[in-house]
């Protein structure tokens, strides 16, 4: 969850959601993002003209960085329920189309691959990996 999610107390509308989705939570920790970490987790956008004003927004205030674990697909699983990037054109019943407004500040992020998980579990849990 990002910045924008716990700044507006949706902790628990959100954990709630993953939760009655029969998702479990593995592992969770708030923690304020520094920059290396939060550029090494979004290194794909590593020279895109927005990527300094994401670097600074994810790490403006802590995060709950989360792990969930489900029968299957759970990336997809996750993905589905958060909606289109753009909260403008995300679904109702998404969290993005419920619960946001601006591109910016979507409240949440979610592996985007099998593999993307990984890296990204390694980059918060490398205990789990
Ligand atoms: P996230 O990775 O945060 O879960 P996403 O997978 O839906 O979001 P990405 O394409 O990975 O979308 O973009 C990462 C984040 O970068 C987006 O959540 C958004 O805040 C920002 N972003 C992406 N594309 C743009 C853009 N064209 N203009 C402004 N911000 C953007
Ligand atoms: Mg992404």
Not at 35 to 45: F, L, M, N, S
Not at 58 to 63: C, D, E, L, Q
Not at 70 to 82: E, F, K
Request: zero cysteines.
């Amino acid at each position: 969850m990002k910045p924008d999610g716990v700044e507006r107390g949706l902790i628990g509308e959100i954990v709630g959601r993953l939760e009655a989705k029969q998702l479990g939570v593995v592992a969770a920790e708030l923690r304020t993002l520094d920059h290396i970490t939060a550029e090494r987790h979004y290194a794909e956008h590593a020279g895109k003209p927005y990527f300094a004003d994401l670097i600074a927004f994810i790490t403006r205030g802590p995060v709950l960085v989360l792990v969930v674990e489900g029968p299957r697909d759970t990336w997809q699983v996750v993905r589905t329920m958060i909606g289109a990037t753009n909260p403008t054109q995300a679904a109702p019943g998404t969290i993005r189309g419920d619960l946001a407004i601006e591109m910016a500040e979507n409240l949440i992020h979610g592996s985007d691959s099998a593999e993307s998980a990984q890296r990204e579990i390694e980059i918060f849990f490398p205990h789990l990996a």
